[in-house]
């Protein structure tokens, strides 16, 4: 291997947001990475291992038992690959804390980060570390530590004012180092916040080595010199680009492993690991991410040989089995920019205006994005069908691109009904024209999901398929309650009619902790009562003085914590004929927010409907000082939330 540029080559696999490989799976991933000549593969777990001590953690969730992670880590010694685990030690831990059994453990209710500044956190890492261990002889350990955007906001709140933030961080790192070394392991870590505070470089050990990971595009990455002059091991991280659009953003991954490979080789990194990311549930099949995987396994062994256009016809040669270029004519299609589909967009509510592009999606209109990727999926279905007589190896493959082009075609139907939908808005006139459109879109929908289901299920297991399943019949209950309002004579905006209030400190700032209340009369006899809370972040309620439930969970990369954002609620058998009293205490730990909250529901009686909702008739006094009842303010929340439907029981849904 003398003349191979890197001397670590791998890939780190996120199974923790969404799809979580079958068995056959992951050994095709393993044998398609030793073919590329790779031989380090990470899996990403944050909550994906089942534990002796605590098996609450990864329950329903496709967690890998000891008995899975053996058969991939002995498959994988076959082809000697390393199968060296990446296991949060600090930050990306709110699937586990969003249990109230491990609340405990947190930096704050609601952090993703553990608290540093207590003991029973580091028996509680030790104890799960231990079997991690256990579990994958690697001599390497990642201890991952990446993003821990919420330590020194909580219970380290007074020990990061004495000391530093960089303190506080390494003097963790080197718990969990110490740890790591008390089991023989050699550790890796993330170093995000490293750069940040880089003074965290004099006070952690030397022979931890760094995995530099950017996903920006830039012609040189100066994190690399900075690892390499201050005398550590480093890994360069880029990634496939799979975490936001249907098809992988190949116009940023492409570069983003070239340049960052190359800064790694100016300066002495020992390796390269190409990051998969599956956030907000993992939509994107990954088996279109195996270019991406290869064009960084190309870089990472020989640079200087490394040409996109040569290697493209390479390995869609390869792969297929077929020297005709249409499976990559295919790839150069769905890489389009103007026929990617950002997946926010793709479940947003039909009702809502078009989002703003991403900083890489050309700024172009609908109407012209409509007319492009209409032109275009003529030659991709072609394309497609011509695939289908040529291609001898990997054709299963072809059935993600069949679903791909009949996804874009029906993603043309959505923006074309939207534009119809925003006209009838302005003008009630124009609604009869929307009805055929909405039916359409309900019945695209109801086809393309089962689809979806058969493809997901071919390479993984079937845990969190229900999450995106979720986001189809979301999506397809948004355009059902759209065909109502059309029949009504009317549609409006979906958003959620409720106010997002908070207690005013002066004309310029609201307290991080506040009590809020308002009263409601009931007449007649209680037939049902619903009622939605979310908290901005934390919120608790009760009801004529007995405790209902509590909101804590914030937003972040897990679509699994997302359900956990939002109560919908029975809320019956706590109401009393006559005068009822609400309260909420709110909290925020977030430096750069309010405590407050949303409330909406619905009281359904003998003598009619008793609408609740949060406004700012109610009353709220500031916890943190002897404040006095004073009228709750409302303000603008920064995301989009739609109003839940209380005769089908949809929640509300924050839109990305």
Known sequence: YRHVDMAIRGISDDISRGQVSNLDNFKRIIRFIAKYKMNTYMPY????LMFDQYPLIGKGRGALSKDEVKKIVDFAEKYFIDVVPIFQTLGHYENILSYPEFVKYA??????????????????????????????????FHMGADESWDVGLGKSKQITEETSLADVHAAHYKRVYDICKKYGKEVLMY????????????KIPKDITIVDWHYSIKFNYPSAETFDKAG??????????????????????????????????????????????????????????????AWSAQCSW????????????SFFSNFFGTTDESPLRVHNLLSN?????????????????????????PRISP?????????????????????????????????IYDFLADFNEWYILKIETQDKLFEAMKDSSKLVACIEAVSMNIAKLNELKPRYKDIWLNYYKPENLNMIEDKFNRLTAYFEETGEQIKEGTISSPELTSKWIYCPVDEDSFSSNAEFKNTINVEGDIQSAKIQLLGDTYAKLYINGEYVDEVFVRRSLSLYGEYKRIKYLDAAKYLNHGKNEIKIIAQSFNSRSNAGFNIIGQIVTSDGIIPLESNEKWHAKDLTTDGKWINAKSKDYRYTVIRPNFKTNRTSWIER
Do not use: C
């Not at 170093?191 to 004099?202: A, F, M, S, V």
């Not at 020989?302 to 016809?313: A, G, M, R």
């Not at 920019?337 to 999606?361: C, G, I, K, S």
């Not at 990727?373 to 030659?379: C, F, K, Y």
């Open 337 to 361: 920019q103007f026929n990617q589909m950002l997946w926010h967009d793709v479940w947003r509510h039909p009702l809502l205006d078009f989002r703003q592009p991403a900083w890489w999606e």
């Open 191 to 202: 170093g995000d916040i490293i750069l940040r505070h880089p003074e965290i470089l004099e």
């Open 232 to 293: 550590f091991n480093y890994i360069v991280s880029p990634s496939v680009w799979n975490f936001l659009t249907t098809y992988p953003v190949y116009v940023n991954s492409v570069p983003n492993i070239k340049y960052i490979v190359k800064s790694g080789l100016e300066n002495n990194s020992v390796g390269m690991i190409n990051s998969n990311w599956g956030d907000y549930g993992a939509e994107t099949i990954k088996e279109l991410i195996l270019p991406g995987y």
């Open 107 to 140: 930096e704050f209710p609601g952090a993703a980060s553990l608290s540093v500044s207590e003991e029973a956190t580091y028996e509680f890492l030790e104890s799960m570390l231990k079997e991690v261990f256990e579990m994958f002889p690697s001599k390497l």
């Open 302 to 313: 020989s640079f200087k040989k490394s040409k996109i256009d040569e290697f493209n016809y």
């Open 45 to 48: 777990l944050e909550d994906m």
């Open 367 to 399: 109407a012209a994005r409509v007319e492009w990727m209409r032109n275009s999926l003529r030659q991709l279905r072609n394309e497609i069908i011509r695939m289908k007589t040529k291609v001898r190896s990997n054709q299963e493959i072809i059935n």
